[in-house]
């Protein structure tokens, strides 16, 4: 009688485990890589609004309203027809369809950019007190609320999870 030659149950199953192992790891790093390419996206726009900001100051000469709670500083870049300043000489930033939400300008996660101007100087700094306290060369902030779609400085039990994206460093 001839012998057959078959792979045993537990080489089958060891083929298996190993396939598996390689699927995770690869599927770890392509999340990884995901996540590093959405916060350099949100650098890259925080970078991007801030020199059209700075323009639109140049121009007009003082800095779009910001309260922080959301991107108003969208009209003010993109359509004079919305704003009633003298000196407008934009568009200072074209929004791309796809990234917005219901006008808003929104971060690779889906949610509004935060923009915030505070005008209070301390020499040649500004003294920010939101959305957290900080010290900045600049007047302005710009800030993705990142991943966990939660504002980490504005929730009453801080718990910095590291995924918010500052213009002011961090």
């Known amino acids: 009688m001839k012998k057959i030659k078959a792979f045993t149950l537990i080489e089958l199953l060891m083929v298996m485990v190993i396939i598996g192992i390689l699927a995770s790891l690869i599927t770890t790093g392509a999340f990884r890589s995901i996540r590093g390419a959405r916060e350099s996206k949100a650098q890259s726009d925080i970078a991007a609004l801030e020199t059209a900001i700075e323009r639109y100051k140049l121009d007009v000469g ?33 929004f791309k369809a796809k990234d917005l939400n219901v006008n808003a300008f929104v971060d690779p996660w889906g949610s ?34 990142g991943e966990n779609k939660t504002d980490d400085v504005e929730t009453t039990n801080y718990i910095n999870t590291d995924d918010d994206i500052y213009s002011w460093g961090d």
């Not at 779009?64 to 300043?85: A, C, E, H, I, M």
């Not at 920010?128 to 609320?145: A, E």
């Open 62 to 94: 003082v800095y779009p309203p910001g309260d922080g709670s959301g991107n108003s500083f969208k009209y003010y870049l993109q359509d004079d027809r919305s704003v009633d300043t003298t000196g407008w000489n934009g568009p200072y930033m074209i």
């Open 112 to 145: 509004d950019y935060r923009y915030y101007h505070d005008q209070l100087t301390t020499g040649k700094a500004y003294l920010h007190t939101y959305p957290d306290t900080h010290i900045t060369q600049n007047p302005i902030d710009i800030w993705s609320i």
